[in-house]
């Protein structure tokens, strides 16, 4: 069985969208200065690195993560290659949704992300979204920062995730991996009233 992590590192350098909060650690107890144990606590935003957006991230009133259901997180996908595009378009994965999938990724770096946040990336086409939602999709994945383009202020492919109920996994790390059929494995916290969650996401192939 192959396991492929496609959850970036999390540090004090991983770029966070601007004006939301980067991580810090401050250490409550160390080893190395006498106590039994090392003791921190954690501070980040959590829309930081792989993550799952939460319905309630863009619809007031809509379902916060704790509330989501897990099956879409949990199951057969497709990393589909699109590198090099500015929008998910229709093209991209017709032949993903011919073949029955119902949990798609979508590679569109070609390159991964510095330690500077980037505001020129590939997002989704509202339209795209909606053909997804009439096939059945379940779950729609992106190596970048967002689904919609960072500018955007109406968020109009956050919305027909949500119309459709189709989950959303942002910021992903699928520099390294190869388009084709897995199964995904990227389960959120059960955080009580956030809006996201962070994921530890992989894939999983069985090598004959």
Avoid at 32 to 51: E, F
Avoid at 129 to 153: C, N, Q, R, Y
Wanted: net charge negative.
């Amino acid at each position: 069985m192959q396991l492929i992590d496609i959850s970036p590192v999390l540090s004090e350098l991983t770029p966070v969208w601007p004006g939301d909060t980067p991580l810090s650690r401050q250490w409550l107890t160390r080893l190395k200065s006498g106590s039994n144990i090392d003791l921190s606590t954690l501070n980040t935003t959590v829309h930081i690195g792989a993550h799952a957006d939460a319905p309630s991230h863009y619809s007031d009133g809509g379902p916060t993560i704790d509330q989501v259901d897990l099956v879409p997180y949990l199951g057969p996908c497709v990393v589909v290659d699109a590198r090099g595009c500015e929008q998910i378009q229709p093209e991209h994965f017709a032949a993903a949704i011919q073949s029955g999938a119902r949990r798609l990724l979508f590679k569109t770096r070609k390159q991964r992300e510095g330690l500077v946040f980037e505001t020129d990336f590939a997002s989704f086409s509202p339209e795209s979204v909606a053909i997804m939602g009439e096939a059945g999709i379940l779950l729609a994945g992106i190596d970048t920062s967002s689904v919609d383009p960072f500018h955007s202020k109406e968020l109009p492919a956050h919305k027909v995730f949500g119309q459709y109920n189709i989950r959303n996994l942002e910021g992903l790390d699928l520099f390294h991996v190869e388009p084709g059929q897995y199964e995904l494995i990227a389960l959120p916290l059960k955080l009580q009233g956030f809006d996201a969650s962070p994921v530890r996401a992989i894939l999983r192939r069985t090598t004959k």
